[in-house]
């Protein structure tokens, strides 16, 4: 089955959303996502959204922490455009109906430029956090999606998970899809889980908006679908790659065997919580300045440490000195659903530990958020900008997004109005001579072990050794997959967990080949920055297959 389109958008979270919206007015669009329309990492972001709407706040100062936290790899130009359009951005949720909390309970129903509830979080040297309660993504998710449904041009295939790209040079046999770099892209091959088929789907501009990939690793705050799948479509494809060494691990997850590493906001630090061992002592002035409110990076380490030295299964947050009815008010959802788990915070410090949240690489682009293949886009947690350097700072990620599906979105308008598309021939899915598996335990083995050699050998705190051991298993587990995919009928398991074995494979490559210490990536054997070698990207190219 082929299906036609102006615009293709892989993923339906901030990044896929709002460039749906905008190039619906021009042309038609589909927009294919794995599972619910509403699953996502957006839709459970919760601090909020960085952006400078007041004195003493200052652009200068939004991009000075950036800058810092990213610790020598930002590209400025990046960190100030993004910065500066921040507002803009803001308001068009606004004007789409995102309901964000204001600064007192009169002006609640209309918030505004002028009257928004600033929070704080680690690294932001003023309150800039817009935010919707505890729960921001899920409000900017609901808005975006209402305007969606209104919207004829747009179509939006739940259920649906892209398998890989088409670029004019593609040729498919049986699931291997191979291609050139001189390349265009017209679309991609998709899974409809549902009715177990392979669907053509042609576009002339195709954007990669599949978010994250916390699912790499043992622990995450990340959602089932954050696989990165559209790094690994990328990569297959011959777009280049960059800084996936880089992964933030959140500091505080709630420690509990059931609650799937349930994130505890840093604004809950920002309100005033801090951090303190078993022994009810806080730790953080041994390790920086700023304390509690240090970058990510710094508590993460931190807190890996003291558990190291202690043997203590966690940490502890603690807000429970400003009282039930600022907790219940500010951070309704984190207390519901902390008093499921048997932790009442308005008593008690909840225990928490660190798991992987962010992938700060991924697909390169330029400023208008073009891949290096032409007419494919990525935007996003996909997407490698620029903007985050070594050290994703707190809440510039739905900034991004937001900031970057608006300019993408712009260009993509105007290479459809420049370009005289004609679509390629484009070879049909060939699913001849595959079979059913009786090896599903292949799948669910590797999936778990990949899960866990990441945890181990590539977390917060690296080594040479651990990072050769990563490699020397995770090429076992690409080979295994690569020999099952050849022969079976494909699944959405197999696909994930082949894109999963990619980008682990990627992440692993980049940390080995960066001999130093810098933002998120420690290796005990290098523990300094080295700026005179390493302060540039990794970056990563699939070798030509011919
Ligand atoms: P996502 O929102 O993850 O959307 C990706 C979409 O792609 C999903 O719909 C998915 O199903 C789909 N998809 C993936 N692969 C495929 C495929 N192969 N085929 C079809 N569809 C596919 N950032 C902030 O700035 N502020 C915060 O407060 C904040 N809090 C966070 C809290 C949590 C718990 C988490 C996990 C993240 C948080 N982040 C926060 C990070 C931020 O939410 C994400 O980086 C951002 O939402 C990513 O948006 P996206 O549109 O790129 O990807
Ligand atoms: C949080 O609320 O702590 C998450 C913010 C982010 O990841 O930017």
Redesign the pocket.
Known sequence: MKIESDFLIIGSGVAGLMFALKVAKVGTVALVTKKSATESNTNY????I?SVFDKPDSYDAHIDDTLKSGDGLCDPDVVAMVVKDGPARIRELIEFGVQFNTKSAQDSSIPNLENLDLGR?GGHSQNRIVHAQ?M?GEAVERALISQIKKNNRITVYENHIAIDLITCSTRVKRGFVTTTHEDYCCGAYVFDRSQSRVKTFCSKITLLATGGAGKVYLYTSNPDIATGDGIAMGYRAGTTVANLEFV?F?P?CLYHPDAKNF??????RGEGGRLIDSQGKPFMEKYDPLKDLACRDVVARAIDTELKKSGDESVFLDISHKGEAFIKNRFPNLYQKALQFGFDMTQEPLPVVPAA??ICGGVTTDMEGRTDIRHLYAVGEAACTGLHGAN???????LEALVYSHRAAAAAMEDLKKFQFNFPVISPWDEMSTTDSDEQIMVSHNWDEIRRLMWNYVGIVRSDKRLERAKRRIEIILKEIHDYYWDFKITSDLIELRNLATVADLIITCATHRKESRGLHYNIEYPERNDNLWQKDTILRRPFLG
């Open positions: 972001a919760q601090g909020g960085a979080e505890d921001t933030q959140h505080t994130l505890i906001s840093e604004a809950v949240h962010y994703r700072l707190a809440s510039n990620s739905l």
